[in-house]
């Protein structure tokens, strides 16, 4: 009885592993992000961390922003200030979804939304790593 | 083990993040505020009035930021 118990548990996990993996093909999702989502949460503190590390971040981003307008940096971070600035504009609408989803505890949508406000970031990063803005990672 | 080397590192890069603003004389304490709470607050412990006020200096930051640059070539 228990090892027909644990044959069917395990027959079960197997079908509903390959039911969420036909389902993310089937929504054009990433790969593992239905199961990723009930794993790996995307919580309030996941949010609350997030955004101030993303304050962290963002003053420093000001900050190189007045040094350049006050001319006390070359003209080239007149374009590096662009560049930056087109990422958070790409950002905030996800942001403001990511807020909406964690909210409704909407695993799979807030999930799908933090990876893509994740890429961003790692983008932004580069680039603000590269004029010498140091922007610490969320934990 | 791997967690408690990212936060060291998230950690690392903050305060020097920190120390820059500092010694170029700007306010910090909006800055170190958000790196103590990055920190100091367990899972349980944010509220939703916690979550509302950071959301809206996130906000006024990136506001701050979107401004079209007062300098040009």
């Known amino acids: 009885m228990k090892k027909f118990l644990i044959a069917l548990v395990l027959g079960a ?22 199961t990723q989502s009930v794993q790996n949460p995307v919580t309030r503190d996941h949010l609350y961390r997030l955004e101030n590390g993303l304050i962290v971040g963002v003053t420093a981003l000001n900050s190189y922003k007045k040094l350049c307008e006050s001319g006390q940096l070359a003209a080239n971070c007149i374009a590096t200030v662009a560049t930056l600035q087109a990422y958070v504009r790409r950002g905030r609408p996800l942001l403001r979804q990511l807020r909406i989803f964690v909210r409704k505890n909407d695993q799979v949508n807030a999930r799908v939304v933090f990876d893509q406000v994740q890429m961003i970031l790692v983008e932004l990063r580069g680039t ?12 | ?22 010694q170029q ?3 910090i304490s909006t800055a170190v505020g958000a790196l103590t709470k990055v920190f100091s607050k367990r899972p349980q412990d944010v509220t939703e009035e916690e979550l509302d006020e950071t959301e809206r200096q996130l906000d006024e930051l990136l506001d701050e930021f979107e401004k079209p640059l007062g300098r040009k070539e």
């Open chain 2, 1 to 22: 083990m791997a967690d408690v080397g990212r936060i060291f590192e998230v950690a690392m890069t903050g305060l020097n993040l920190v120390t820059s603003l500092a």
């Open chain 1, 13 to 34: 996990g197997i079908t509903l592993g390959g039911c969420a993996g036909m389902a993310e093909q089937a929504l054009n999702l990433p790969s593992g992000i239905l």
């Open chain 2, 25 to 27: 004389g700007k306010d």
């Open chain 1, 128 to 139: 603000a790593a590269a004029a010498g803005i140091p922007i610490p990672q969320t934990p």
